[in-house]
């Protein structure tokens, strides 16, 4: 696979996965380094013969100009993912568009605590017990997308011991979750029929999304569409329904708790028993699909039946 990095500072991540890359650890070769300005890690790249491309948005004319010749910059090496590794700039939207799910942040807490800049700063000032390592997929807002992989760190007594306890985890850690994405990739991908424009949703909110097309058009494997309300016969128009105290009830007040457990079950030993590692997009606003704001029972199950087999991406994340 090819991997794309982006960096504005040290590059100490961007070197960490370059050694790997070396060594054979990470069987990927980091193809080239974008950065914003010049900087150590830009000198790591040229000392390791990488390709670089220095792109200074003040040097361009307009935002547009800068945002084009990146995404044409990028298109040029054709990457698989694009690994942000301390680049201190917004991703463009029309990137993220180009390439949803196959962009990589680093960030130095645990997310969705202490987002933004200085993080380790963040965390020592509010005087937390355990802060951490999280690796996201990137979308429009600041470090929110889909949570990949986290580890937590103990607070030591200084904020240099935390700073370098924190560098130390995040080089190992981004080097073993790039390599679980190269060397184990997702085999089968669910989504939601709603955000593929399927007409299932009560509200007629069904909304085909350009984003959640092309994850679809682009990956290698099995794609599983689902609706668990049309699926499990709540038929279209439907009734509207909730989750009230973690149960599945229609305005009416029926309780379709175990009617949906039931469809969750069959669906995951028909669909994803054969199955190594699941990816799921499903919609943020669903009583049955939602993960974040909304406790989907459909979700809620999932999860807990194939634990960190699956890793469940919301709309509202992607
Ligand atoms: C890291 O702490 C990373 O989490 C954050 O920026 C820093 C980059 O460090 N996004 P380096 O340039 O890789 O040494």
Redesign the pocket.
Known sequence: MKLLVF??????????LLNASKKGELKSDIVGLICDKNC??EEIARTNSIPVNVLKPKEYDSKELFISTLLETVKQYAPDYIL?????RIIPTELIEEYPLRII????SLLPAFQGKD??LQAWQAGVKTTG?TLHFVNDKLDSGAVIAQKEIKVPDSIDALEAE??KV?HKLYVETVKSLVEDPFDTLVVGKCLMGRNCRYDGGSEYSSRVSKVVAGFKGRVVEVCPELDMGMGVPRTTSDIVDGRFVTKEGQDLTDKISHFTNKFISENLSSSKRVIAILAEKSPSCGKVKVKGLFTKILMEKLKEKILVVTDEEL
Not at 105 to 108: G, Q, V
Request: proline letters at 7%; a negative charge.
């Open positions: 960096a504005s500072g040290r590059g100490s991540n961007f070197e960490a150590p890690a942000l590794a301390g680049y201190m942040n680093i960030h130095p993080a380790i390592v924190i560098h995040e």
